[in-house]
């Protein structure tokens, strides 16, 4: 079966210094990886996908991806009290599959 | 671009009567659509995939009967809620891919 495990949270992180989100998959023929940000109430927004090992920056955030270890992380930098949100982890085997989501990381920003 | 739209966002009906939900993407067309379900402080659910022109593809325990599906166009796919009751009460939510999926903004169901 397929799964994408991370931590539940809350992670606490003082407004201004990096948040770090990680995330695992079972699936070794995964082939896209997303990272989602869903505010309370709110429906989730794609913030950042990654195909290639290695590291992808956009902004603030950068994916990082090992396909050998079956790791995807999130870093957000100079983080702000409005990244406060739950950070969804997804994966996806191939093009037309469905996405498979992890349960998702609260991320909490201390001002 | 890749904007994706709901209508309702929100409605409120009584217990046996049927609600219909439409998912639009607005800037591109989308072969495929999928919906989910998401309870509070739960993770999303998937309840079902669907492709234009053809049947939705429900997950495990999802009843295809009660959550009708129809993908009419590569714009337009719309759920119905037949029957509701209030443990139907949730946040819907479709997605479309482009090729990545993008959400829409959701639809709140309370069946009182």
């Known amino acids: 079966q397929k799964e994408v495990e991370q931590n539940s949270g809350p992670l606490s992180v003082p407004e201004g210094a990096i948040a770090s989100l990680n995330c695992t998959y079972s699936d070794r023929g995964s082939q896209s990886f997303f990272w989602y940000r869903q505010y309370s109430g709110k429906s989730p927004e794609l913030i950042m996908f990654?195909?290639?090992?290695g590291d992808k920056e956009d902004g603030r955030f950068t994916a990082q991806l090992n396909k050998a270890s079956q790791y995807v992380s999130l870093l957000i930098r100079d983080s702000q009290p409005s990244d406060s949100a739950t950070y969804l982890c997804a994966v996806k085997v191939n093009r037309d599959d469905k996405i498979i989501f992890g349960k998702g990381t609260r991320l909490h920003i201390l001002p | 671009g890749a904007v994706v739209s709901q209508h309702p966002s929100w409605v409120i009906c009584k217990s046996g009567t049927s609600v219909k939900i439409e998912c639009r993407s607005l800037?591109?067309?989308?072969?495929?659509m999928f919906w989910y379900r998401q309870f509070p402080k739960q993770s999303l659910m998937l309840m079902a995939t669907s492709n234009e022109g053809s049947k939705a593809t429900y997950e495990q325990g999802v009843e295809k009967d009660k959550f009708l599906i129809n993908h009419a166009s590569l714009t337009l796919s719309t759920l119905t809620v037949t029957s509701a009751h209030p443990e139907d009460s949730s946040f819907y939510i479709c997605?479309?891919?482009?090729?990545?999926?993008?959400f829409g903004p959701g639809t709140r169901l309370t069946v009182t």
């Open positions: 997605s479309a891919s482009h090729p990545e999926q993008y």
């Open positions: 800037d591109f067309q989308a072969t495929t």
């Open positions: 990654i195909y290639s090992n």
